[in-house]
């Protein structure tokens, strides 16, 4: 079965989004603070799909725990949840490895776009493991990404991706050296319907680059097209 763990301290918020998962069929674990949240997760082995973690939270913030978490599995899909003052916030989750991140107040139909969305890209994960599924892998100089199994490396050496991240690396090995847009890598990755902001690129981008770059400041394969958006350099 679907399974979310929303970790979030405010009683009335945490009901809210529990009613609407699990009429749209999720089961749903509850958490009070961080530290719970994580204790619940270490308990089910990490069978867990989506993770929503509110980031003002007791015992462990959803920072902490987003950083926890992401540590124990590439896979897990991860939503903040963010007030409009916490812009800082936003940023920060995103590099510490959330996928999205939804804003307070929100509308039920806007946090189950994003939930769905999350939870899609987890069971594409899952199926990439089975042979039926196995594509040639693409090499583009010294990178070598496997679609199969989701994996990329670098001179041999696997670099951790999660599942954003892969999606995106994705779209710039099956399209080199050609130039995409921000709004392009919004709907190759997080879909047509993506309720957030363009700078959710931006932010995944920078991530990659600290991941895959000799010198994240001074990139040589994942650069900036001004005007534009971005492509990858052989």
């Known amino acids: 079965m679907k399974t979310v763990l929303v970790a979030e301290d405010e009683v009335s918020i945490r009901d809210f989004i529990v009613i609407n998962l699990q009429r749209s069929g999720y089961e749903v674990l509850e958490a009070g603070d961080g530290?719970?949240?994580?204790?619940?997760?270490?308990?089910?082995?990490?069978?867990?799909?989506?993770?929503?973690l509110d980031i003002m939270m007791p015992q462990m913030d959803g920072l902490e725990l987003c950083k926890q978490l992401r540590a124990r599995s590439p896979l897990l899909g991860i939503i903040m949840l963010t007030a409009?003052?916490?812009?800082?916030?936003?940023?920060?989750g995103l590099l510490v490895g959330a996928d999205d991140y939804v804003t307070k107040p929100f509308s039920?139909?806007?946090?189950?776009?994003?939930?769905?969305?999350?939870?899609?890209?987890?069971?594409?994960?899952?199926?990439?493991?089975?042979?039926?599924?196995?594509?040639?892998?693409?090499?583009?100089?010294?990178?070598?990404?496997?679609?199969r199994n989701r994996t990329l490396t670098k001179r041999g050496n696997f670099i951790d991706l999660t599942q954003?991240?892969?999606?995106?690396?994705?779209?710039?090995f099956q399209n080199p050296g050609a130039a995409l847009d921000r709004t392009d890598i919004l709907n190759r990755v997080w879909g047509s319907s993506y309720f957030g902001e363009e700078k959710i690129v931006d932010v995944n981008i920078r991530r990659l680059r600290m991941k895959i770059e000799d010198e994240p400041s001074n990139p040589k394969h994942l650069v900036t097209i001004w005007g534009l958006g971005y492509k990858w350099v052989v």
Do not use: W
């Not at 530290?35 to 929503?52: C, K, M, S, T």
């Not at 409009?84 to 920060?92: A, G, I, N, P, S």
């Not at 954003?164 to 710039?172: G, L, N, P, R």
């Open 84 to 92: 409009r003052t916490q812009e800082m916030d936003k940023v920060t």
């Open 164 to 172: 954003v991240e892969f999606q995106i690396i994705e779209c710039f």
């Open 108 to 147: 039920p139909s806007e946090l189950m776009a994003r939930v769905d969305a999350i939870y899609r890209r987890v069971e594409m994960s899952k199926a990439s493991s089975d042979p039926k599924t196995q594509d040639d892998t693409i090499t583009l100089g010294e990178f070598v990404l496997n679609p």
């Open 35 to 52: 530290l719970e949240a994580l204790h619940i997760y270490d308990g089910r082995n990490g069978d867990i799909d989506v993770a929503l």
